[in-house]
């Protein structure tokens, strides 16, 4: 990699604006992306070392670290999670001018997240998955012939969407009879969300659901996939089906993180790739990628299974 003109702190700020401008990200993440870096700048600049002529080069993982220090013992410390989204948005920083040529090394990279700065999320095994699917399919088969749960609980398991994409599905979303495979086609309205626009391929058995759904309630293409909300699927995963499958509670964010340390283990996935497939902004990836290699390394059983009763 060539190595490109010194640049200060000032001058790469700047070009790192036009560069986010560039990205298709909503104004809020913009804002509060190159925010952050601007008050580590500020940081800096109290400890003497003024942006405008501080060269990017001589900033080290020990300044980061410093910084991050100061954040949370500060006069007006900032929450964990206020920090630790400070340190993604560094890193995305730092590996921005090292990928452009600006850094030789990336200061960041050295500077790991604290493990308990933010929660892991609750996630299933591949197991887990397996009896909730179980629970879910002979809720589907019973007297009521419940299917929405199945279907549900099918598609964000092999797609990894959020409950919201999920929700907003229509039934021509899903292409079951697509010559390249069954796929979902997750669609945003608002322009600038559009760059989360994916389409995310379906196994078999979740096919069998959609088709099951689809005759259950006689779906047109142009009807919502469900006529519920949120709220009440939930109320059913958590009274019909965690119960049966051994769990004390399940939810949509739990199939999406299940989903997820699937398909970050599994490594068939590059990260940019799971960045499309998770519909992720640079900020959103690089907070789940985090969170997805403390899963891995803890290696824990993601949700521990609901208490036996004792008898006798």
């Given at each position: 990699m060539a190595r490109k003109i010194a640049l200060t702190l000032t001058e790469a700020l700047a070009r790192y604006e036009q560069h986010m401008a560039r990205r298709p990200l909503s104004d809020n993440s913009r804002k509060a992306f190159l925010g952050d870096v601007r008050i580590f700048a500020r940081?800096?600049?109290?400890?003497?070392?003024?942006?405008?002529?501080?060269?990017?080069?001589?900033?080290?993982?020990?300044?980061?670290?410093?910084?991050?220090?100061?954040?949370?013992?500060?006069?007006?410390?900032?929450?964990?999670?206020s920090i630790e989204r400070r340190l993604t948005s560094l890193?995305?920083?730092f590996r921005w001018l090292h990928e452009a040529g600006h850094l030789a090394h990336d200061p960041a990279d050295r500077v790991a997240y604290r493990p308990f700065i933010d929660p892991l999320p609750d996630y299933l095994s591949e197991h887990q998955v397996a009896r909730v699917l179980e629970a879910a399919?002979?809720?589907?088969?019973?007297a009521r012939r419940e299917v929405r749960p199945l279907t549900a609980i099918a598609?964000?398991?092999?797609?990894?969407?959020?409950?919201?994409?999920?929700?907003?599905?229509?039934?021509?979303?899903?292409?079951?009879d697509d010559?390249?495979?069954?796929?979902?086609?997750?669609?945003?309205?608002?322009?600038?969300?559009?760059?989360?626009?994916?389409?995310?391929?379906?196994?078999?058995?979740?096919?069998?659901?959609?088709?099951?759904?689809?005759?259950?309630?006689d779906l047109q293409p142009a009807d919502p996939l469900f006529d519920c909300t949120g709220r009440n699927l939930e109320y059913l995963f958590n009274r019909k089906i965690a119960p049966q499958a051994g769990l004390p509670a399940l939810?949509?964010?739990?199939?999406?993180w299940s989903c997820a340390v699937r398909d970050f283990q599994s490594g068939r996935w590059q990260p940019d790739q799971l960045q499309v497939r998770y519909g992720l902004s640079p900020v959103g990836w690089a907070e789940m990628l985090a969170k997805l290699q403390r899963l891995t390394q803890a290696a824990a059983p993601a949700v521990a299974p609901a208490p036996t009763k004792q008898t006798g």
């Amino acid at each position: 990699m060539a190595r490109k003109i010194a640049l200060t702190l000032t001058e790469a700020l700047a070009r790192y604006e036009q560069h986010m401008a560039r990205r298709p990200l909503s104004d809020n993440s913009r804002k509060a992306f190159l925010g952050d870096v601007r008050i580590f700048a500020r940081f800096l600049e109290a400890q003497g070392r003024p942006a405008e002529r501080l060269p990017i080069h001589a900033i080290s993982a020990e300044h980061i670290q410093a910084f991050l220090a100061d954040q949370a013992r500060g006069r007006v410390a900032s929450s964990p999670k206020s920090i630790e989204r400070r340190l993604t948005s560094l890193k995305v920083f730092f590996r921005w001018l090292h990928e452009a040529g600006h850094l030789a090394h990336d200061p960041a990279d050295r500077v790991a997240y604290r493990p308990f700065i933010d929660p892991l999320p609750d996630y299933l095994s591949e197991h887990q998955v397996a009896r909730v699917l179980e629970a879910a399919q002979a809720l589907a088969q019973s007297a009521r012939r419940e299917v929405r749960p199945l279907t549900a609980i099918a598609l964000v398991w092999d797609t990894g969407i959020k409950k919201s994409e999920c929700l907003n599905l229509l039934v021509s979303d899903v292409a079951l009879d697509d010559p390249e495979g069954p796929t979902v086609w997750v669609r945003y309205d608002k322009r600038h969300l559009q760059f989360k626009e994916r389409r995310v391929p379906i196994g078999e058995q979740c096919v069998q659901a959609v088709r099951a759904h689809i005759a259950r309630y006689d779906l047109q293409p142009a009807d919502p996939l469900f006529d519920c909300t949120g709220r009440n699927l939930e109320y059913l995963f958590n009274r019909k089906i965690a119960p049966q499958a051994g769990l004390p509670a399940l939810t949509f964010e739990m199939l999406r993180w299940s989903c997820a340390v699937r398909d970050f283990q599994s490594g068939r996935w590059q990260p940019d790739q799971l960045q499309v497939r998770y519909g992720l902004s640079p900020v959103g990836w690089a907070e789940m990628l985090a969170k997805l290699q403390r899963l891995t390394q803890a290696a824990a059983p993601a949700v521990a299974p609901a208490p036996t009763k004792q008898t006798g």
